[in-house]
């Protein structure tokens, strides 16, 4: 029988809003209808052991993450996004989708992105409270994967759900099996304090089409350069 997995978290946050960054420069039509802004990312990783005798760890440098790409809008309602990874000696597609904004509180989202997890990843790896932190299985690590999902959001509250299939690319926690994913989530701001309060949780679904019989919960060094994972 092949394997059915689940997953249940519950999310408790508070972080403190920080000033804008700096905007990326904006390319538009004459009457401004399209627009286009590059955006990238980089992230280095780098680690130092002062006494390796007795460890797996050893001293190391990497580039986490080598990022180019686009956003796009056009008009009120759409937008999307497409973004390459070049880190790792190969070529990734991470991010491509097309997003519909209705305008009265509903969102939807066609092609590559994140699946609807916890706040760690729907923060952007950009954003991430902790360097590294485990999964107990591939199957729930929170990867991008091609789907269609509905957002619904109404002053401080939301609701996300969608079914996803497989990742565009050559990933090893991938198969032709499918995900059902849902969030929920309230916060509160206080725009004087620039602080903000977020409760939150989610479920997740994968039926897999092909055996899986990694299951285990492993922790990570300080550092990815450092220590195997």
Not at 74 to 80: I, K, L, R, T, Y
Not at 126 to 143: C, K, P, R, W
Not at 177 to 181: D, I, Q, S, V, W
């Given at each position: 029988?092949?394997?059915?997995?689940?997953?249940i978290?519950?999310?408790?946050?508070?972080?403190?809003?920080?000033?804008?960054?700096?905007?990326?420069?904006t390319f538009?039509?004459?009457d401004?209808?399209?627009?286009v802004?590059?955006i990238?990312?980089?992230?280095?990783?780098?680690?130092?052991?002062?006494?390796?005798?007795?460890?797996?760890?050893n001293?190391?440098?990497?580039?986490?993450?080598?990022?180019?790409g686009?956003?796009?809008?056009?008009?009120?309602?759409?937008?999307?996004?497409f973004?390459?990874s070049?880190?790792?000696?190969?070529?990734?597609?991470?991010?491509?989708?097309?997003?519909?904004?209705t305008?009265?509180?509903?969102?939807f989202?066609?092609g590559?992105?994140?699946?609807?997890?916890?706040?760690?990843?729907?923060?952007?790896n950009?954003?991430?409270?902790?360097?590294?932190?485990?999964?107990?299985?591939?199957?729930?690590?929170?990867?991008?994967?091609?789907g269609?999902?509905?957002?619904?959001?109404?002053?401080?509250?939301g609701?996300?759900?969608?079914?996803f299939?497989?990742?565009?690319?050559?990933?090893?926690?991938?198969?032709d099996?499918?995900?059902?994913?849902s969030?929920?989530?309230?916060?509160?701001?206080?725009?004087?304090?620039?602080?903000?309060?977020?409760?939150?949780?989610?479920?997740r679904?994968r039926?897999?089409?092909?055996?899986?019989?990694?299951?285990?919960?492993?922790?990570?060094?300080?550092?990815?350069?450092?220590?195997?994972?």
């Open positions: 029988m092949l394997p059915r997995f689940y997953s978290a519950l999310a408790f946050l508070w972080t403190h809003v920080a000033a804008d960054a700096m905007a990326a420069p538009k039509t004459h401004g209808y399209f627009q802004t590059p990238g990312r980089l992230q280095l990783d780098a680690g130092y052991v002062i006494d390796d005798s007795n460890t797996t760890a001293t190391n440098a990497d580039i986490r993450r080598l990022w180019t686009v956003d796009a809008k056009a008009g009120d309602h759409w937008s999307g996004r973004v390459l070049w880190e790792n000696k190969q070529t990734d597609i991470q991010d491509f989708y097309a997003r519909y904004n305008g009265s509180n509903w969102r989202a066609l590559q992105y994140r699946e609807y997890t916890d706040m760690e990843n729907s923060s952007g950009s954003n991430t409270l902790l360097m590294e932190y485990a999964t107990a299985n591939q199957v729930f690590a929170g990867i991008r994967r091609v269609l999902g509905a957002e619904y959001y109404a002053n401080q509250n609701f996300q759900a969608g079914i299939t497989r990742n565009l690319n050559n990933n090893p926690a991938d198969d099996g499918y995900t059902l994913a969030r929920a989530y309230r916060f509160w701001h206080n725009p004087d304090e620039q602080q903000r309060l977020h409760l939150g949780i989610f479920a679904y039926n897999q089409k092909e055996p899986f019989d990694r299951l285990r919960w492993r922790g990570r060094g300080e550092s990815r350069v450092i220590e195997n994972r």
